[in-house]
């Protein structure tokens, strides 16, 4: 069982605190570092190994949320543009980055991957519920319009 299981899991029992809302496809969740507040997951459920794992149909459905999720974290932050992202090497189930980039990030990193902060940066803003809240309810609103 992945990482990713587990947080399906959770979702659906209605305790994990990083939780935005339900789409079609899965659950839309703030990732645990948030050195780029907004910066989102979206978790497939069920849970599969990757996004070849879905029919044509599924895939388009994933691939629409995963953009919806996008669209409301460009209205919601003022981000400069959004970065997507399916990897699935460290946790081998699907799973999308969504991550909103800023013109306030330094131009060598907010070129470069999400991930391209400095350790100390990266762990420096972790997901804190009470902080967070607001953005969650704002998000799930801008989500839920577009759906």
Not at 23 to 42: A, F, K, T
Not at 130 to 147: N, Q, V
Request: one cysteine or more.
């Amino acid at each position: 069982m992945t990482i990713i299981h587990e947080r399906v899991e959770t979702a659906r029992a209605g305790t994990n605190p990083t939780v935005i809302c339900r789409v079609p496809s899965g659950w839309v969740v703030l990732c645990d570092m948030q050195h780029l507040p907004g910066y989102s997951i979206l978790l497939p459920d069920p849970v599969v190994g990757s996004i070849n794992d879905l029919s044509r149909e599924q895939r388009a459905v994933y691939l629409g949320d995963m953009i919806t999720v996008g669209d409301a974290l460009m209205d919601v932050t003022y981000a400069f543009r959004i970065n997507y992202a399916i990897l699935g090497n460290s946790d081998p189930a699907l799973h999308a980055h969504i991550v909103p980039r800023y013109l306030s990030e330094p131009d060598e990193i907010r070129r470069g991957l999400p991930w391209s902060y400095p350790k100390k940066t990266l762990g420096a803003r972790l997901f804190d519920y009470e902080r967070d809240k607001e953005l969650i309810a704002r998000l799930a609103e801008a989500i839920a319009k577009r759906l």
